[in-house]
Protein backbone atom coordinates (compact mmCIF):
# COMPACT_ATOMS: atom_id res chain seq x y z
CA UNK A 1 0.00 0.00 0.00
CA UNK A 2 1.21 3.49 -0.56
CA UNK A 3 0.97 6.54 1.87
CA UNK A 4 1.53 10.26 1.83
CA UNK A 5 2.82 12.68 4.23
CA UNK A 6 2.23 16.08 4.51
CA UNK A 7 4.18 17.22 7.96
CA UNK A 8 2.76 20.79 7.80
CA UNK A 9 -0.98 21.15 8.32
CA UNK A 10 -0.39 24.90 8.16
CA UNK A 11 1.88 27.50 6.39
CA UNK A 12 1.77 31.25 7.41
CA UNK A 13 3.62 33.21 4.83
CA UNK A 14 3.42 37.10 4.06
CA UNK A 15 2.40 37.58 0.08
CA UNK A 16 5.10 38.43 -1.66
CA UNK A 17 7.01 35.57 0.20
CA UNK A 18 8.44 32.48 -1.23
CA UNK A 19 6.81 29.30 0.04
CA UNK A 20 7.05 25.68 -0.07
CA UNK A 21 5.14 23.13 1.05
CA UNK A 22 6.11 19.57 1.77
CA UNK A 23 5.29 16.02 0.44
CA UNK A 24 6.59 12.62 0.83
CA UNK A 25 5.22 9.46 -0.35
CA UNK A 26 6.26 5.88 0.33
CA UNK A 27 5.08 2.93 -2.47
CA UNK A 28 6.58 -0.20 -3.00
CA UNK A 29 5.64 -0.13 -6.68
CA UNK A 30 5.98 3.23 -9.13
CA UNK A 31 3.78 5.81 -8.73
CA UNK A 32 1.90 9.17 -10.29
CA UNK A 33 2.03 11.86 -8.23
CA UNK A 34 -0.52 14.86 -8.27
CA UNK A 35 -1.12 18.49 -6.25
CA UNK A 36 -4.93 19.14 -5.53
CA UNK A 37 -6.04 22.71 -4.37
CA UNK A 38 -8.93 23.46 -2.45
CA UNK A 39 -10.08 27.16 -2.08
CA UNK A 40 -13.14 27.63 0.79
CA UNK A 41 -15.96 25.78 0.48
CA UNK A 42 -15.50 24.21 -2.73
CA UNK A 43 -14.32 20.71 -4.37
CA UNK A 44 -10.68 19.83 -5.05
CA UNK A 45 -9.01 21.29 -8.47
CA UNK A 46 -6.10 19.68 -9.87
CA UNK A 47 -2.83 21.99 -9.81
CA UNK A 48 -0.31 20.32 -11.15
CA UNK A 49 0.64 16.49 -11.52
CA UNK A 50 4.08 14.13 -12.39
CA UNK A 51 3.41 11.14 -15.14
CA UNK A 52 6.77 10.96 -16.45
CA UNK A 53 10.11 12.98 -17.66
CA UNK A 54 10.83 16.26 -16.68
CA UNK A 55 10.90 16.12 -12.86
CA UNK A 56 9.97 19.76 -12.31
CA UNK A 57 7.03 20.23 -13.63
CA UNK A 58 4.65 23.72 -13.46
CA UNK A 59 1.26 25.17 -13.01
CA UNK A 60 -0.15 27.90 -14.93
CA UNK A 61 -0.28 30.02 -11.63
CA UNK A 62 3.05 30.12 -10.53
CA UNK A 63 3.52 27.00 -8.60
CA UNK A 64 6.03 24.19 -9.42
CA UNK A 65 6.61 21.26 -7.96
CA UNK A 66 9.84 18.97 -8.15
CA UNK A 67 9.71 14.62 -8.16
CA UNK A 68 12.38 13.30 -6.02
CA UNK A 69 12.63 9.61 -6.44
CA UNK A 70 15.88 9.03 -4.15
CA UNK A 71 13.78 11.35 -1.33
CA UNK A 72 10.72 9.94 -2.77
CA UNK A 73 9.09 13.92 -2.18
CA UNK A 74 6.88 15.80 -4.27
CA UNK A 75 7.66 19.30 -3.13
CA UNK A 76 5.42 22.12 -3.35
CA UNK A 77 6.64 25.71 -4.54
CA UNK A 78 6.14 29.69 -5.45
CA UNK A 79 8.97 32.12 -5.37
CA UNK A 80 6.04 35.17 -4.30
CA UNK A 81 2.59 34.07 -2.97
CA UNK A 82 -0.48 36.58 -3.67
CA UNK A 83 -3.73 37.01 -1.25
CA UNK A 84 -5.68 34.63 -3.66
CA UNK A 85 -3.41 31.52 -3.30
CA UNK A 86 -4.80 31.12 0.26
CA UNK A 87 -6.43 27.76 0.09
CA UNK A 88 -5.59 23.81 1.22
CA UNK A 89 -3.11 22.13 -0.37
CA UNK A 90 -3.44 18.23 -1.06
CA UNK A 91 -0.89 15.87 -1.96
CA UNK A 92 -1.69 12.90 -3.78
CA UNK A 93 -0.16 9.72 -5.14
CA UNK A 94 -1.75 6.60 -7.73
CA UNK A 95 0.02 3.93 -8.65
CA UNK A 96 1.01 3.24 -12.09
CA UNK A 97 -0.28 0.20 -12.45
CA UNK A 98 -2.99 -1.85 -11.34
CA UNK A 99 -4.09 1.22 -9.10
CA UNK A 100 -6.62 2.75 -12.47
CA UNK A 101 -7.49 6.40 -11.21
CA UNK A 102 -7.60 5.94 -7.16
CA UNK A 103 -5.66 8.33 -5.39
CA UNK A 104 -4.28 8.19 -1.77
CA UNK A 105 -4.38 11.60 -0.10
CA UNK A 106 -1.92 13.36 2.15
CA UNK A 107 -3.49 15.16 5.00
CA UNK A 108 -3.37 18.52 3.52
CA UNK A 109 -1.64 21.51 4.29
CA UNK A 110 -4.15 24.78 4.98
CA UNK A 111 -1.55 27.99 3.12
CA UNK A 112 -3.00 31.61 4.88
CA UNK A 113 -1.46 34.46 3.27
CA UNK A 114 -1.16 37.45 4.93
CA UNK A 115 -0.54 41.47 3.87
CA UNK B 1 -20.57 21.79 -19.54
CA UNK B 2 -21.99 20.99 -16.01
CA UNK B 3 -18.86 18.87 -14.82
CA UNK B 4 -19.70 17.17 -11.48
CA UNK B 5 -22.78 17.97 -9.39
CA UNK B 6 -24.04 16.94 -5.92
CA UNK B 7 -27.19 17.36 -4.31
CA UNK B 8 -27.76 18.24 -1.81
CA UNK B 9 -25.50 20.89 -0.48
CA UNK B 10 -26.04 20.55 3.66
CA UNK B 11 -27.86 17.48 4.94
CA UNK B 12 -29.01 16.73 8.93
CA UNK B 13 -29.98 13.94 9.80
CA UNK B 14 -30.67 11.64 13.13
CA UNK B 15 -28.79 8.64 14.10
CA UNK B 16 -30.38 5.51 12.02
CA UNK B 17 -32.41 7.43 9.60
CA UNK B 18 -31.28 6.55 5.78
CA UNK B 19 -30.31 8.67 2.75
CA UNK B 20 -29.02 8.82 -0.78
CA UNK B 21 -26.29 11.34 -1.50
CA UNK B 22 -26.61 11.77 -5.48
CA UNK B 23 -23.96 12.59 -7.60
CA UNK B 24 -24.07 13.32 -11.55
CA UNK B 25 -21.52 14.07 -14.25
CA UNK B 26 -22.29 14.97 -17.62
CA UNK B 27 -18.18 14.25 -19.27
CA UNK B 28 -18.72 10.90 -20.84
CA UNK B 29 -16.40 9.68 -17.34
CA UNK B 30 -16.15 5.85 -17.22
CA UNK B 31 -14.52 6.27 -13.48
CA UNK B 32 -16.24 7.83 -10.34
CA UNK B 33 -15.14 7.85 -7.12
CA UNK B 34 -16.94 8.91 -3.22
CA UNK B 35 -14.91 10.53 -0.91
CA UNK B 36 -15.27 11.73 2.69
CA UNK B 37 -13.34 14.67 3.86
CA UNK B 38 -12.31 14.85 7.85
CA UNK B 39 -10.46 17.36 9.51
CA UNK B 40 -6.42 16.19 10.08
CA UNK B 41 -7.51 13.47 8.07
CA UNK B 42 -7.19 15.02 4.28
CA UNK B 43 -10.08 12.67 1.79
CA UNK B 44 -10.53 9.18 1.89
CA UNK B 45 -11.92 6.65 -0.47
CA UNK B 46 -15.20 5.36 0.73
CA UNK B 47 -16.25 3.46 -3.20
CA UNK B 48 -15.12 3.47 -6.68
CA UNK B 49 -16.30 2.39 -10.16
CA UNK B 50 -14.88 2.05 -12.87
CA UNK B 51 -18.25 1.80 -15.34
CA UNK B 52 -21.65 1.32 -15.57
CA UNK B 53 -22.45 -2.02 -13.11
CA UNK B 54 -19.18 -2.20 -11.88
CA UNK B 55 -18.58 -0.82 -8.11
CA UNK B 56 -15.61 -1.94 -5.75
CA UNK B 57 -14.90 -0.72 -2.32
CA UNK B 58 -12.09 1.77 -0.93
CA UNK B 59 -10.63 2.67 2.31
CA UNK B 60 -13.31 2.92 4.58
CA UNK B 61 -16.70 1.73 2.72
CA UNK B 62 -18.49 0.12 6.02
CA UNK B 63 -21.78 2.04 6.48
CA UNK B 64 -22.03 3.00 2.62
CA UNK B 65 -23.45 1.07 -0.69
CA UNK B 66 -23.39 2.60 -4.26
CA UNK B 67 -24.81 1.38 -7.50
CA UNK B 68 -23.63 2.63 -10.88
CA UNK B 69 -27.40 2.15 -13.55
CA UNK B 70 -25.63 4.44 -16.20
CA UNK B 71 -22.43 6.21 -16.67
CA UNK B 72 -23.43 9.65 -15.75
CA UNK B 73 -24.91 8.88 -12.21
CA UNK B 74 -23.33 7.14 -9.17
CA UNK B 75 -25.37 7.53 -5.99
CA UNK B 76 -23.74 7.28 -2.05
CA UNK B 77 -26.34 5.29 0.08
CA UNK B 78 -26.19 5.78 3.92
CA UNK B 79 -28.22 2.87 5.26
CA UNK B 80 -28.60 3.59 9.14
CA UNK B 81 -26.65 6.78 9.67
CA UNK B 82 -24.18 7.18 12.45
CA UNK B 83 -22.68 10.30 14.26
CA UNK B 84 -18.73 9.20 13.18
CA UNK B 85 -20.30 9.30 9.10
CA UNK B 86 -20.63 13.26 10.07
CA UNK B 87 -18.35 14.41 7.26
CA UNK B 88 -18.11 16.16 3.83
CA UNK B 89 -18.75 13.77 0.95
CA UNK B 90 -17.07 14.35 -2.67
CA UNK B 91 -17.35 12.55 -5.76
CA UNK B 92 -15.19 12.83 -8.26
CA UNK B 93 -14.93 11.40 -11.97
CA UNK B 94 -12.31 11.00 -14.30
CA UNK B 95 -11.51 9.19 -17.57
CA UNK B 96 -10.51 5.67 -17.35
CA UNK B 97 -7.56 3.69 -18.15
CA UNK B 98 -3.83 3.22 -16.68
CA UNK B 99 -3.95 6.22 -14.40
CA UNK B 100 -2.60 9.38 -14.34
CA UNK B 101 -5.87 11.27 -15.32
CA UNK B 102 -7.29 14.35 -13.58
CA UNK B 103 -9.89 13.57 -11.05
CA UNK B 104 -13.05 16.58 -11.43
CA UNK B 105 -14.61 17.13 -8.00
CA UNK B 106 -17.92 17.67 -7.38
CA UNK B 107 -18.91 21.20 -4.48
CA UNK B 108 -18.99 18.82 -1.53
CA UNK B 109 -22.18 17.89 0.45
CA UNK B 110 -21.89 18.63 4.43
CA UNK B 111 -23.23 16.12 6.09
CA UNK B 112 -23.69 16.20 9.90
CA UNK B 113 -25.44 12.89 12.07
CA UNK B 114 -26.95 13.88 15.21
Redesign the interface.
Known amino acids: AQS?T?LD?QVPVFEEAPVELRCNYSSSVSV?LFWYVQYP??????LL?Y?SGSTLVESINGFEAEFNKSQTSFHLRKPSVHISDTAEY?CAV????G??????????TQLKVEL | NAG?TQTPKFQVLKTGQSMTLQCAQDMNHE?M?W?RQDP??????IH?S?GAGITDQ?EVPNGYNVSRSTTEDFPLRLLSAAPSQTSVY?C?S??????????Y????TRLTVT
Not at chain 1, 41 to 46: D, V
Not at chain 1, 94 to 97: K, P, R
Not at chain 2, 105 to 108: A, D, E, T, W
Request: glycine share 24%; charged share 5%.
Open positions: VQSYNQGLQLKLFSVITGGNKLTFGTG | VYSYGMGLRLYVGFASQSGTGGYEQFGPG
